[in-house]
């Protein structure tokens, strides 16, 4: 697993597509993208976490707080995220 820390600079959410893009990095110039996707075949428990990290991506948007976005080492799709505190 690797991570990524900064502020999250922008956030697109398609919910017809049931996939969030956000960029997070230092400064809007020096940021690396990351993405959640809803699969249709995932399990409510599942559904309900991914739902729950746009939400914190949403939160830690607004409040210009930084964030760890964990995830594979060659993969963009978010797998956890930690809000850091001041």
Do not use: Y
């Amino acid at each position: 697993m690797a991570e990524t820390t900064g502020l999250v600079q922008k956030l697109t959410i398609l919910p017809s597509i049931a996939l969030a893009c956000t960029w997070v990095g230092p400064s809007p110039s020096n940021a690396e993208i990351f993405f959640v996707l809803r699969d249709s075949n995932e399990s409510p428990e599942t559904g309900a976490f991914l739902n729950s990290v746009v939400d914190a991506l949403a939160s830690v948007l607004v409040t210009r707080k930084e964030v760890v976005i964990v995830h594979g080492a060659n993969d963009a799709r978010i797998d956890a995220i930690r809000i850091v505190s001041p």
